[in-house]
């Protein structure tokens, strides 16, 4: 439980916010999404959920239609090494944050683990503290509001909801759900911020939505032949 506050709660959400402030949001979509595929291979070794064939595949596509959103929406000259490095620090904290939930779930329910997680989180960040009370006195009303929506919604709900689906699926399978994220996003972009998305970012989308669709289906098995069927002997 410490190991998912710190990872998932601390590390993940503070290197991404200040990784967004570095380079744009392109590019922190491709860097960030290396996040399920590491997630992937641990749960493969360490949760021994294997390496199923249609998983892997699934991710890899989605993966990619994450590469073609995010060359259609990068800007050049807009990024740092700096920033670079901390998507690829979010990435990771993901990745572990998730693998160490999974097995908490086994015997905690998923708000529990939620608000437990977060609780580890905030203690992590105790030391912003003191430059929270400070910006917040000068913060204007609007920004305040967007940051307890950014809390309540995405945060306490979302993670919520997550550790739910996540108790009742492999870590690896629901990690590859993430990539529904980007091309929703490109879609209530464009339906509520008037943000015309190019072509290019709706082609990257229908890849996601195709990726994980592949990790979603189960491979067909031939039928085995029964065995058990006794022979009668032939009777004149």
């Not at 977060?118 to 400070?134: D, Q």
């Not at 929703?184 to 015309?196: C, P, R």
């Not at 970012?201 to 890849?207: D, E, H, P, R």
Request: with cysteine; net charge positive.
């Amino acid at each position: 439980m410490v190991v998912c506050g710190l990872a998932w709660f601390g590390m993940y959400n503070v290197a991404l916010n200040a990784a967004e402030r570095r380079v744009d949001a392109g590019t922190a979509a491709m860097l960030v999404n290396v996040g399920p595929i590491l997630l992937a291979v641990l749960a493969g070794v360490f949760l021994r959920e294997g390496f199923p064939r249609m998983l892997v595949i699934g991710v890899l596509v989605a993966f990619a239609g994450v590469l073609v959103m995010g060359v259609a929406t990068a800007q050049p000259g807009t990024g740092d090494l700096s920033g670079v490095l901390l998507c690829l620090l979010a990435a990771v904290g993901y990745a572990v944050g998730v693998l160490s939930q999974k097995p908490v779930l086994a015997t905690t329910s998923a708000l529990r683990t939620t608000w437990l997680a977060a609780t580890v989180g905030a203690l992590a960040c105790l030391p912003y503290a003191p430059r929270l009370v400070h910006e917040l006195a000068a913060a204007p009303v609007e920004a305040v509001l967007w940051t307890v929506y950014l809390g309540a919604l995405p945060t306490a709900l979302a993670f919520t909801t997550w550790a739910y689906a996540l108790a009742r699926t492999g870590a690896a399978r629901m990690g590859a759900t993430t990539y529904l994220v980007p091309p929703v996003a490109v879609l209530l972009g464009w339906l509520l911020l008037a943000e015309t998305p190019a072509a290019l970012a709706l082609v990257g989308g229908a890849i996601c939505l195709v990726g994980v669709a592949i990790t979603r289906r189960t491979p067909r098995h031939s039928p085995v032949p029964r065995t058990d069927r006794t022979e009668v002997p032939a009777t004149d």
